[in-house]
């Protein structure tokens, strides 16, 4: 998966990319004579400029959609199923549907599946690694149970933070975890 | 005579708008202020803010659009006044229920008041207040849905189905009568907002039936769906109609000759049409009970949707320019930096809806940060160029730009430095809508504190285009005029 530096990266260079583009056609405008016939072919050009942005888009369809969450995993037995209860305003992590009050330590490298679900409102499961970085998540909706699977390569405390607004303190809701 | 009275009510809508963009701008520095915490608002008052200002600047701008489409549509078919009107009072009206149901009701489900929230059994808000903000949705829809379906009917009444979806040049031949890229735009998204509101009329009933009558429960995931396909089709039908703006007034402004349609306008709106019908479905990616097989229309549509706007839109706009002698005005000064914007923005969003980058992007700062830019810095810009120029027009003024260049400064030095921090806050895994960020979300407070003062910049900018244009519109309806 690409990281969120890299995200950002590709973005802003796109975004300069742009900007210099449009400024550079501004300034060819206060140049410009005025029997200047603008740009030349551009029916060619723009042809040319489509089929290269459809053809980037349709590599990174290839490329990403295999890559989507859904598929993770898919076909592999879970080593540890947790069920993950949520309500306004905690989290609660065990290993039966019953409710639990233990610590939740799972082992490193091998798939974990989360099965989430909420008692009352619209919850977001985010699951930050010790560095507060967003490694994965799923949304905790009533009624439904969203099953996310996932392998925690790296050892550690993870915490778990609500990702959907869900009410006047949906901004502490949280919980942790540790992978071994 | 009715000439006069669309420009007046043209000019009232114009005032109302940015009176409430100013205060919403306000609104929305106050809470990074305090997300930066240099303000300490207690968190349902934080949620309320939040509430208002994210329901307020969705209505305003689609608005904005809507008005920007009514005037110029006199150009080619009848429009009606008495609409405007009738939508400006509604507009009004549902913004005070609104503003009382968060304010006075401490109502702070936000924008997307996702099922089952609003009916929450342990809700921070007065029971009063969740049947005035749904309230006030229901008015801010009559009056939207009565003006669009009103200037569709105007439209279909010079111009057949085939015709508004400018099917007949298709064929590449040059057709018996023409339809103007303004009428295509304007109808393709007219029809778009038709349906969104429709949506939004079909979630209402569903929340009313459930808090009216006894033994009625929604379903979490359908009322999700109804949600964002109302809310982000609302939104980007908006950008759109400040297109349509675009794509009639920039060439004449700048003296050139007008746009015309041709095949591959046509086609490209047409896809356009279909692709953010169903873009909506990236708002539900890690909803992983969704069908699967909308997920992937989610994000074929929403890489698709940005082909004929940049292949199309952009590349006319950036056609009409380069190496072209302009008559650059401050209008197209804002038509042409809101072109930059929105394709700005809509780099941030392809990058989101992307499944496997949703996963680490979903629900964090990078989401505000793609639709301010193609908001703020997009839409808002194309709209205002109408503003300024109908300001202008009407009141016999020149539009020049020489007098204005610090304006503008402060507009892209706040615009841009404000959504900067939203994108380092996404890619420092920030989560949106916290009214105090954890202790472990470091960059949160000193991102959030550097984008209100950008915010603060952005809002003298504002602040100066609003005079100019309260004045140029005062002056075109004075007395002595």
Known sequence: MTDHKTLLWIFLIAAVLIAVIFIAVYRSSLQAAEDSPGLENPKRKRFFFFALLFALLVILLAVTLPKSPYYMHADETPAEVVYVRAEQYSFNLSRTEELSYDDMELPAGKVIEFRVRSKDVNHGFGVYNDKYELVTQTQAMPGYVNRLRWVFDEPGTYHILCLEYCGMSHHIMSSSFTVN | ?481
């Open chain 2, 1 to 481: 005579m009715e000439n006069r009275s669309l420009k007046k009510v043209t000019s009232v809508w114009i005032i109302t708008i940015l009176v409430l963009f100013l205060a919403s701008i306000t609104l929305g520095i106050i809470m990074r202020f305090n997300q930066g915490t240099q303000l300490h608002l207690k968190p349902n008052t934080f949620y309320a803010t939040l509430t208002t200002h994210g329901v307020t600047m969705i209505g305003i701008w689609a608005a904005a659009g809507l008005v920007a489409i009514n005037y110029l549509l006199s150009r080619y078919v009848k429009t009606s006044a008495g609409l405007s009107i009738f939508a400006l009072v509604f507009t009004v009206i549902g913004v005070v229920m609104l503003w009382m149901s968060t304010f006075a009701g401490n109502f702070h489900a936000a924008w997307t008041f996702l099922y089952p929230l609003p009916l929450a059994p342990y809700a921070a808000w007065k029971a009063w207040a969740t049947n005035l903000f749904l309230w006030s949705l229901v008015v801010f829809g009559v009056g939207w849905l009565v003006w669009s379906v009103g200037m569709m009917a105007q439209i279909l009444r010079n111009y057949s189905i085939t015709e508004i979806f400018a099917w007949q040049h298709l064929t590449g031949k040059e057709p018996e009568k023409k339809t103007p890229p303004f009428i295509l735009i304007s109808s393709v998204s007219l029809i778009g907002i038709i349906l969104c509101l429709l949506a939004a009329v079909v979630l209402l009933v569903f929340f009313f039936m459930e808090m009216y009558t006894t033994g009625v429960k929604n379903d979490a995931l359908l009322m999700k769906n109804l949600t964002y396909f109302f809310g982000h089709t609302l939104a980007n039908e908006a950008l759109y109609l400040g297109l349509a703006a675009v794509y009639e007034l920039m060439p004449e402004v700048g003296g050139r000759k007008k746009f015309g349609t041709t095949w591959y306008v046509a086609l490209g709106w047409n896809c356009t049409m279909v692709f953010v019908l169903t873009a909506f479905f990236h708002h539900m990616y890690m909803d992983f009970v969704q069908p699967g097989g909308f997920q992937i229309v989610g994000q074929l549509a929403s890489y698709f949707a940005s082909l004929p706007a940049a292949a199309v839109t952009a590349f006319s706009v950036a056609t009409l320019v380069y190496r072209n002698r302009i008559k650059w005005s401050f209008t197209n000064l804002l038509f042409f930096i809101g072109i930059i914007g929105w394709l700005i923005g809509g780099v941030g969003a392809v990058i989101d809806s992307t499944i496997s980058n949703n996963i680490i992007l979903h629900n964090t700062l990078w989401v505000p940060a793609h639709f301010h830019t193609y908001n703020a810095m997009g839409n808002v810009l194309l709209c205002l160029g109408f503003f300024w120029w109908a300001a202008h027009d009407f009141s016999g003024t020149r539009d020049t730009f020489r007098s204005h260049w610090p304006t503008l400064t402060l507009l892209l030095i706040g615009g841009f430095g404000f959504v900067l921090m939203f994108y380092l806050g996404g890619a420092s895994s920030v989560p949106r809508r916290y009214a105090v960020y954890p202790e472990g979300i470091a960059n949160g407070a000193p991102l959030a504190t550097a984008a209100a003062w950008f915010a603060v910049v952005y809002l003298v900018g504002m602040l100066m285009v609003f005079l100019t244009i309260i004045r140029r519109c005062t002056k075109a309806f004075s007395p002595a005029s």
